[in-house]
T-cell receptor
Framework: AQSVTQPDIHITVSEGASLELRCNYSYGATPYLFWYVQSPGQGLQLLLKYFSGDTLVQGIKGFEAEFKRSQSSFNLRKPSVHWSDAAEYFCAVGDHDYKLSFGAGTTVTVRA | DTAVSQTPKYLVTQMGNDKSIKCEQNLGHDTMYWYKQDSKKFLKIMFSYNNKELIINETVPNRFSPKSPDKAHLNLHINSLELGDSAVYFC??????????FGPGTRLTVL
């Protein structure tokens, strides 16, 4: 069965600083990988996804993620965070029936 | 033009009651899902329907019964509500690409 681990429960970052959120997955075959963001009181919005091809994936809002098969990781990065990036971030792995398993999420706080 | 909509947004009810949550998508997707997000924000899939047929049922108590009258709608009916059912319930839909589009959620509070 697939699973996702997000080791960081909470990250605080200064506005303008870089951000990296870690994600490790467990899946027997080539995974489908996703990062979603959830702002307070809102639904989930897709930031980016990896299915195959280039292992560096660009997403919306200036985010990127890198798939590393050898490390079973799909870490999310942003070079310079904005106060509006404060939210909950979820990494997810999907199987070939499009069943998603989510990590526990990382809360990002942005300080001025 | 909401892509995935849910009603109601908030639902407060007493233990033992029966309630329904409705979900509609106007994206033309074939597959729809229900997720439960608990108080620790952990998201877990409950059900998935493809073209009105149940394809995923994740060991959810049988007090929960999804119904899909057509491929644009997936409703969730919950019988005999319990305190532990309090959560945010999200509907989602997807095309074959696997990217899931989520609704805004329904916050259910059982008193």
């Amino acid at each position: 069965a697939q699973s996702v681990t997000q080791p960081d429960i909470h990250i605080t970052v200064s506005e303008g600083a870089s951000l990296e959120l870690r994600c490790n997955y467990s899946y027997g075959a080539t995974p489908y990988l996703f990062w979603y963001v959830q702002s307070p009181g809102q639904g989930l919005q897709l930031l980016l996804k990896y299915f195959s091809g280039d292992t560096l994936v660009q997403g919306i809002k200036g985010f990127e993620a890198e798939f590393k098969r050898s490390q079973s990781s799909f870490n999310l990065r942003k070079p310079s965070v904005h106060w509006s990036d404060a939210a909950e971030y979820f990494c997810a792995v999907g199987d070939h029936d499009y069943k998603l398993s989510f990590g526990a999420g990382t809360t990002v706080t942005v300080r001025a | 033009d909401t892509a995935v909509s849910q009603t109601p947004k908030y639902l407060v009810t007493q233990m033992g009651n029966d309630k329904s949550i409705k979900c509609e998508q106007n994206l033309g997707h074939d597959t729809m899902y229900w997720y439960k997000q608990d108080s620790k924000k952990f998201l877990k899939i409950m059900f998935s329907y493809n073209n009105k047929e149940l394809i995923i049922n994740e060991t959810v108590p049988n007090r929960f019964s999804p119904k899909s009258p057509d491929k644009a709608h997936l409703n969730l009916h919950i019988n005999s509500l319990e305190l532990g059912d309090s959560a945010v319930y999200f509907c989602a839909s997807t095309l074959a690409s696997g990217e899931q589009f989520f609704g805004p959620g329904t916050r259910l509070t059982v008193l």
